[in-house]
């Protein structure tokens, strides 16, 4: 069932703000507090928002669950590509090969506190990244299959 | 006889968790010598400024991975349980 | 007394939704109590790591460096998305049962055998 008019346009103009808030905390994980996990749980509601203003027919051909199982099954692939990586390059699994190392994301931080850069922490906003889009993925679909178990008309009761 | 079985469970189980607050000191940790070497070590080792990040994803990514694999199965679950319900829907999608 | 409420507030937390588990007959409220039992033991483990006058242990523009213990808070994200998880697969154990039987009554799914 469709919400008013009112609640639908709230949801879209909610819906911006929600991922950029969301899209920040993961990619900040290394500088404040947050990180993979509670950033794909922001990202998850503002489209739990959408989906619950606007009924479950409008927006099943926008949102497809076959979209959402793909990005949850490639955010758990980079997770494991990038610990496996730590693999091919000699050391142990899961080191951290970026740190400190003046590459990618690899600039020194001396002891103490400083203001911050982004540039900073190895193999930690990888996967962030990665845990991220798993997370908003596995949550989106979650919420999908609830919603379309509901809706589905009994046949032969 | 088995509404008094059960009020007899609670009040044993009551005063079990009423240990909790008379036997442990709050703000005082008995073991902190493993937190110590994270803190004093972990910006400059792993170049993070945010030390519970750099817990969970570098000290401790065995277990992150173990948490990502549980929350992948448990939509795997979610998926499998609604699969004869959508059957027809599930074809027509593709 | 009032030194040690964290501890008083996981104790009362776990009553409750023990309570709620063994005496409600709706299984939503049976969820419910299991996420309220959940909740409380995520804050047990939070509240083992504070030390006396510490700050959070984030190093940007921090004014001190004297900080709480870091490894529980590490721990306890993991169980918050065990807790999710958990949530996920009985509220979807919920939607089917009433579909099949047209009622969450635990008394009712019971006697209904077909």
Redesign the interface.
Known sequence: MRMSKLVRTGADLLYPFALIFGLYIILHGHLTPGGGFQGGAVVATGAAIVIVAWAYEDVAGMIRKVTMKAQESAGLLLFIGTAALALGLGYAFFTNVLANSGSLFGLSVPFGPNPGELNTAGVIPIMNIAVGIEVWGGLTVILLYLLSGLNKKEEGS | MKRGLVVLTFVILAGGLLLIPALLDFGMPAFSDMDDYFLKNGQEQTAANNIVTAVVFDYRGFDTLGESVVLFTAVVGVGLMFRRMLKEEEYEDE | MF??????A??TL??IG??TV?TKKNLIKIFLGINIFEAAVNL?LI??????GGI????????S?D?V???P???T??S???G???S??L???A??IW?KYGTIDTDQIRRLRE
């Open positions: 030194w040690n409420l964290p501890f008083i996981v104790a776990s009553l023990l309570a063994v047990f509240s083992l790591g504070y030390r006396e959070a242990p984030i190093f940007t523009s921090a004014p460096t900080m213990m870091a490894t808070q590490a721990l994200l993991t918050i998305v065990i999710v998880a958990t996920a697969l509220l979807s154990f939607v089917i579909k």
